[in-house]
């Protein structure tokens, strides 16, 4: 039990590698896996998106959420869960969280009264061009990556995963 002490408090004791340092690890093929290397994408996409969007405070959930009800004005949150495939509490977060900023209202549907129709305000529209432009821009990196033909192939490739 001491010596479990011991080593504890050394442990703590010494500082965590920082963010610089890159421990020579072993991947036994790992890199190998397209799982891996998906992941390890959209890891490097989602840094990008987030720091193209951080002055409008959106994330990507918000900004699809945004985009999908100005698209579709009247929609359910039901039906914006199933089309993102979130669950609904997760769905009523955003919303809760859009409506907060001001971006979207609720209301009460004419024809069912149980059901809550969304639509974007005067301001989340503004939020949400100045969203399109920084996506544009966001978009424009990503495919910088790629020829035109290996990004059509990749996007398709890509599709066939969410058919």
């Not at 891996?36 to 990507?60: C, N, P, S, W």
């Not at 529209?125 to 033909?149: D, G, N």
């Amino acid at each position: 039990m001491l010596m479990e002490q011991t080593s504890t408090r050394r442990e703590r004791k010494s500082a965590p590698p920082t963010t610089s340092e890159k421990p020579a690890l072993r991947h036994n093929k790992l890199v190998d896996n397209v799982g891996y290397q998906l992941r390890t994408a959209y890891v490097g996409i989602r840094r990008h998106f987030e720091t193209a969007m951080e002055k409008l405070d959106l994330t990507q959930k918000q900004t699809g959420v945004l985009w999908l009800i100005e698209a579709n004005p009247a929609v359910s949150q039901i039906a914006l869960a199933n089309e993102l495939g979130m669950d609904r509490a997760s769905m009523m977060a955003i919303v809760d969280r859009l409506e907060e900023r001001g971006l979207i209202v609720r209301k009460r549907s004419t024809e069912d009264g149980r059901r809550q129709e969304l639509y974007v305000t005067a301001k989340g529209r503004k939020v949400l061009t100045q969203a399109k432009a920084a996506i544009h821009e966001h978009e424009k990196w990503i495919s910088s990556k790629f020829t035109k033909s290996e990004l059509i192939a990749f996007v398709d490739g890509l599709k066939r995963f969410a058919r």
